[in-house]
């Protein structure tokens, strides 16, 4: 990778999600080509999640703890001068090549932007909202230099909304794709009679699935009348400000609609199982839990939002509604079983699309993209010798 031997990428986060999966892969396998070391930072509570989200035979980049996650309920420029300050000691100590900025909301490192400023960076965006700009972004555009930084983001929508939010010219935010799990080889027989049974189910019985963190914005308040209104079981796995009040929805439901499997490390086998999982978010990047139920021909019923990364083809990839309600994907589901020819095709559509997403071909892309990064710092800044 022409000079560049140490990478670091600065994690922004303080719970463990799809970003934050995505980054622990995409770092372990960085940290296998040949030369390059890289360092993951992030807060110490999510280095367990990290380790274990590293894929087997690629777990060679280094984990360092730092006190750089985005406080909920923190002030913008409080989290910005205190994300700042142990960057910039993180920086100094480590002393990288490359910074690559993985952000799980466009303001969740801003002083992270900041304290990398000078050197050659990668930042990726994914999830950015639609609407106003999220807070503290404004005032640290001067201070961050975004023209001298590469950009990308994990969808096509999300990078048009990245050019606005960080004041970028059309077109200089690259999309790379999410990469999707290989398929899963266990026996799908075998693993829907164990995990249906273990809910005490029939084989034969209906059985929907959300996987998630539990928050209004992937819908997860609307688990409990979903479940009751298509008159379905729902397990729902994750963790999130909503688990107590869907905890208590669930031990007073006499039918036992809903299901709470709490945080699962490797959802899988519940893909395997479940005969369609649920995404009533309002918003998602390109989300990773499609490709995960796609790989394993779990069908998806999801919002037109949530699959908006796929463009005209989301139709034809999932059983779209076009807006969260329980009503609407009680009935989605309803017809999702009903209709098993319409559903078997957008299956094998959605596995085709996880397949095309590999590892194997879109590690090269990002490898690019950080050579560009490098090239681009060195063209803006000509005296850096990085």
Known sequence: MNRLTHLLLPLPSTRFGGTEGHSAQLAARLASQPGLRVTLAAEPALHPALRAAMPAGHDRAVLRAAAIGWQDGVAPEDNGARQQAAAATLIAEV??????????????????LRAAAHLPRLVVLHLAPDGAIPLGIADALPDIAAADAGWCAVSDPGARRAERIFD????????????????????????????RG????????????FVGRLEQAKGAHLLPAIAADAGMVLACAGSGPLRAALDRRAAVDPARRLRMLGHLADPTAWYQAADALLLPSVLEGLPLVFLEAAAAQCPVIATESALEG???????LARLVPKASAEAFAAAAREVLAN???????????????ARRSWDRILPEWLGLLRAAAARHKAHRPETTA
């Open 198 to 209: 273990a809910l005490g189910l029939a084989p034969g019985a209906p059985l929907l699935l």
């Open 168 to 195: 970028l010219p059309p077109g200089s935010v690259a999309q790379i794709d999410n990469p999707a799990p290989t398929p899963p080889r266990a026996d799908v027989t075998m693993v829907r009679a164990a995990l």
């Open 310 to 316: 796929f463009g005209d083809e989301a139709g034809s």
């Open 95 to 112: 002393a990288p090549d490359l910074v690559l900025l993985p952000l799980p909301w466009p303001n969740a490192g801003i002083g992270l």
């Open 340 to 354: 098993p020819a319409a559903t078997a095709r957008r299956v094998r559509l959605a596995r085709d699309e996880a």
